[in-house]
């Protein structure tokens, strides 16, 4: 978790200094990160303008650069004669990329790889079963280009997890539809850290491993041969047992959703 750099508690004129010259973007990181972790709550001020001067050094058009980007993700709303408060959670903007990086830079707890794959679980079958329907040779040469590298990584983590996102990759590509394209280029920071977490397993059991790939290849299979409703099935099969992977490697079997 990021150093907080102002204490977001009662009196937080008396901010603890830092270091001098930070840029807009790296002030707003740190405050976002404090408003995502909960050290800022829902309704807490942020800092005034002198305040965030004493802390950082910096001038008042850098200060309102930082209010414009959190602003702008739907993270603080300032209003006259209130000052600038923290937003509730409901208005932040949970795919904007900024948000996405600094909410998997806090670390994968429960809800957050949870809630990851409920939203996975809307929307992947359905793009695998887009996939069957509209794939073509050549997304097919890509998709088993992804499978062998999974098959042939042996313990290595990060070819693994490399050729895992490869293949959802490969996936997407195929439905030839730009919109799960955007969607899927919101969501791939934390999804690669997702992911890079439930293969992690494989370097402890080949098995799952071994299952793992196979089990992909059950998607290929049915994308392969058009059926669209094997491909969405086998989809959902894989992204409920990456969820189960990841329990196993936190050692915690809480980490479920509807199976």
């Known amino acids: 978790m990021p150093t907080k750099i102002i204490e977001p508690k009662a009196g937080a004129g008396r901010a603890r200094r830092t270091e001098r010259g930070k840029s807009h973007l790296e002030i707003a990181a740190a405050l976002g990160s404090e408003i995502l972790s909960g050290a800022r709550a829902p309704g807490s001020r942020l800092p005034s303008a002198e305040e965030m001067y004493q802390a950082f050094g910096v001038s008042r058009l850098v200060v309102?650069?930082?209010?414009?980007?959190?602003?702008?993700?739907?993270?603080?709303?300032?209003?006259?004669?209130?000052?600038?408060?923290?937003?509730?959670?409901?208005?932040?903007?949970?795919?904007?990329?900024q948000v996405l990086e600094w909410r998997s830079k806090l670390g994968l707890d429960q809800a957050f790889m949870t809630q990851l794959t409920q939203v996975r679980l809307a929307l992947e079958p359905a793009t695998a079963s887009l996939a069957a329907e509209n794939r073509t040779?050549?997304?097919?040469?890509?998709?088993?280009?992804?499978?062998?590298?999974?098959?042939?990584?042996?313990?290595?983590?990060?070819?693994?997890?490399?050729?895992?996102?490869?293949?959802?990759?490969?996936?997407?590509?195929?439905t030839h539809n730009?919109?799960?394209?955007?969607?899927?280029?919101?969501?791939?920071?934390?999804?690669?850290?997702?992911?890079?977490?439930?293969?992690?397993?494989?370097?402890?059991?080949?098995?799952m491993h071994i299952r793992s790939a196979a089990q992909h290849e059950k998607i290929l299979e049915a994308i392969a041969a058009r059926d669209?409703?094997?491909?969405?099935?086998?989809?959902?099969?894989?992204?409920?047992?990456?969820?189960?992977?990841?329990?196993?490697?936190?050692?915690?079997?809480?980490?479920?959703?509807?199976?």
């Open 228 to 259: 669209s409703r094997s491909a969405a099935k086998a989809m959902t099969r894989v992204i409920k047992d990456g969820l189960k992977y990841a329990a196993d490697v936190f050692g915690n079997t809480s980490l479920d959703v509807n199976t």
């Open 178 to 207: 730009p919109f799960f394209r955007a969607f899927n280029s919101a969501t791939e920071l934390a999804l690669l850290r997702f992911l890079g977490v439930s293969s992690f397993s494989v370097k402890v059991n080949e098995r």
């Open 64 to 97: 309102r650069e930082v209010m414009r980007t959190l602003a702008a993700k739907g993270m603080i709303v300032s209003k006259a004669r209130v000052g600038t408060k923290v937003s509730d959670p409901t208005h932040w903007n949970w795919l904007d990329p």
């Open 137 to 174: 040779e050549h997304d097919l040469v890509t998709l088993r280009a992804a499978i062998k590298g999974m098959y042939v990584s042996g313990d290595d983590h990060q070819m693994f997890s490399k050729a895992d996102r490869n293949f959802h990759d490969a996936v997407i590509a195929a």
